[in-house]
T-cell receptor
Framework: DAGITQSPRHKVTETGTPVTLRCHQTENHRYMYWYRQDPGHGLRLIHYSYGVKDTDKGEVSDGYSVSRSKTEDFLLTLESATSSQTSVYFC????????????FGEGSWLTVV | KNEVEQSPQNLTAQEGEFITINCSYSVGISALHWLQQHPGGGIVSLFMLSSGKKKHGRLIATINIQEKHSSLHITASHPRDSAVYICAVTLGGGNYGGSQGNLIFGKGTKLSVKP
């Protein structure tokens, strides 16, 4: 399972508050990804990282920022949460980059009220 | 137009039936993935294919690169197979806007197997 854990697993927060989700891995994989999953849209890429301090935007990056100061942790921050960011967030790792098996974290269920 | 299309969107089957889920894509790919997600659960990788066919237990995945089509088959289906099955492709060349690891996901097929 590539040793991926996400935290928190479930969170309810108020509109306008900042929220940080953490993805932690234990196997020093270089590539890490944050996706959101919504009914009717499937999985959509928010941000990804290809190394410490190397990150880039995905297709739905507005309202999100990321940081990767250590290989093992990839943080996703909602700077000012909105109801449209209510979703399930998945962290993923692809050992060795594209073209390899995908491993997902357990998911973080976020509700913005 | 979605670059990865799955059919059907929803599928109900009786226990023991043979099930086929289809995935068509319109882009050049280097690999195709089949994923499984149980209700309220995480996502696990079932197969990664770049050609031919793979089998794991009662699950079989095939891909036809020329036709840009893949199928996931489940033989002797069981209620525990009830889940959403997601097809994803890794774009050919591995780059998208200069990035690595670009994946495009289908919207999933929700399978319900009745006892």
């Amino acid at each position: 399972d590539a040793g991926i854990t996400q935290s928190p697993r479930h969170k309810v927060t108020e509109t306008g508050t900042p929220v940080t989700l953490r993805c932690h891995q234990t196997e020093n994989h270089r590539y890490m990804y944050w996706y959101r999953q919504d009914p009717g849209h499937g999985l959509r890429l928010i941000h990804y990282s290809y190394g410490v301090k190397d990150t880039d935007k995905g297709e739905v990056s507005d309202g999100y920022s990321v940081s990767r100061s250590k290989t093992e942790d990839f943080l996703l921050t909602l700077e000012s949460a909105t109801s449209s960011q209510t979703s399930v967030y998945f962290c993923a790792i692809i050992p060795g980059g594209s073209g390899n098996t995908i491993y997902f974290g357990e998911g973080s269920w976020l509700t913005v009220v | 137009k979605n670059e990865v299309e799955q059919s059907p969107q929803n599928l109900t089957a009786q226990e023991g039936e043979f099930i086929t889920i289809n995935c068509s894509y319109s882009v050049g790919i280097s690999a195709l993935h089949w994923l499984q997600q149980h209700p309220g659960g995480g996502i696990v990788s079932l197969f990664m294919l770049s050609s031919g066919k793979k089998k794991h237990g009662r699950l079989i995945a095939t891909i036809n690169i020329q036709e840009k089509h893949s199928s996931l088959h489940i033989t002797a289906s069981h209620p525990r197979d009830s889940a959403v099955y997601i097809c994803a492709v890794t774009l050919g060349g591995g780059n998208y806007g200069g990035s690595q690891g670009n994946l495009i996901f289908g919207k999933g097929t929700k399978l319900s197997v009745k006892p």
